[in-house]
């Protein structure tokens, strides 16, 4: 009798995230995605290996949100044939993934892993803390600050905000970036507050919001995400706080229900991509996406996740291998295009550089808003797009190659 031919061993793609404890809504999010982009390269037969076309595999590891969790998924996954780390929200937990992948990586050469962040925003994870093992695909706190601050620079009545963040490597980079942006950009606006509170700890944020309101701030200017950020806003709303919120994630995961009417042309966040992006190509994508995952609740589609899976199947077939050192070779030249939005790995920090949007909260229908956010009836309209060397920022990386 012949032999049965073997099926091609799946490229093993482990996410590391927080899937129970206050985030989890924001890991299920990137479950959602990460299946998305890994449904779509198996739909086209698989990752053009030596050895023929071999599918991927998404395995789930849930960190509850925690370093040590996240250090103890990190043993599982190498343990159950790892290719590829994948791991996002949560700066502090990048760090130690970051740390444990470079001295894994050294000692079991035979079983180095890369590293795949789509959400991890502290800059130093592609400057001081640069690893030749860690790509980020998402634009960095001070990039994302920058591209916000083109939109609050202009906003000429502002006159005094409030900074509040988590307290936690991230937010501190956010407060810190917003200060420093600040005093470049509009020294005349008073900063009136400067706060940070426990990550996912904090269940009444009234106290909060009621020294906001006293501030007499005309804005916040907040990093916050997850329900940090949506009981924030909840809370600030019921306080009757009527100034402006300059967020980085305030476009989603809630919030908009959260803030209501009053957010209409007060609420800003910027993304690496919004819905109402203009352009039929980006309309379709939304759009597959939510024939995919129609539930109100699971309507937060990341482009960025969308093409870091690509960038990443790219290099694996221009390397012709899947072996770690020589697909990070291939993965720093990557570019990559979806939904009419491009963008490619910078080589010497491992810093995707793409176009980023800012957008204003208002009502679903009105002029430049067709989508909107979780069935809330609240969409973003797109007020600014910035190209990819706008938000370009000089790196400190001195990456440590292997020889």
Known sequence: MPAMAQSPQPIKLALIEGLSGPFANTGETVVRNITWAVERVNARGGVKTAQGLRPLTLERYDSKGQSEEALSAFKSA?????????????????????????KHNEREPAKRVLFLNYAAVDPALTNEKCSFWHFRFDAHADMRMTALMQVLREDKKLKSVYLIGQDYSFGQAVLREAKHQLAQQRPDVKIVGDELHP?????????????????????????????????????????????KFYTFYGNALGAPAAIGESGLGRVIAVADWLPNVPGKASAQFYQSFR?????????????????????????????????AVAVALA??????????????????????????????????????????????????????????????????????RPS
């Open 78 to 102: 190498i343990d159950d044939g790892a290719n590829v780390i994948l791991q996002g929200n949560s700066s502090a937990n990048a760090a130690a993934l970051i740390d444990a992948i470079n």
């Open 199 to 243: 990550v996912g700890r904090v269940k009444d944020f009234l106290p909060y919001a009621s020294k906001i309101k006293a501030s007499g701030a005309q804005a916040i200017i907040t990093g916050n995400w997850g329900n940090d950020l949506t009981l924030m806003v909840k809370a600030a709303r019921e306080a009757g706080y009527e100034g």
């Open 291 to 323: 024939q995919r995952f129609p539930k109100p609740t699971e309507d937060y589609v990341h482009l960025r996740m969308q093409l870091m899976v690509e960038a990443w199947v790219q290099a694996i077939e221009k390397s012709g291998s899947t072996e």
């Open 331 to 400: 993965l720093e030249k990557a570019r990559v295009s979806m939904a009419g939005q491009t963008g490619s790995m910078r080589a010497e920090d491992h810093q995707f550089q793409q176009p980023l949007a800012v957008g204003v909260m208002e009502r679903q229908g009105a002029p430049g808003v067709p989508f909107d956010v979780e069935g809330s009836g609240y969409g973003f309209k797109v007020v600014r797009q910035i190209k990819a060397e706008q938000v370009r920022m000089p790196s400190s990386c001195q990456m440590q």
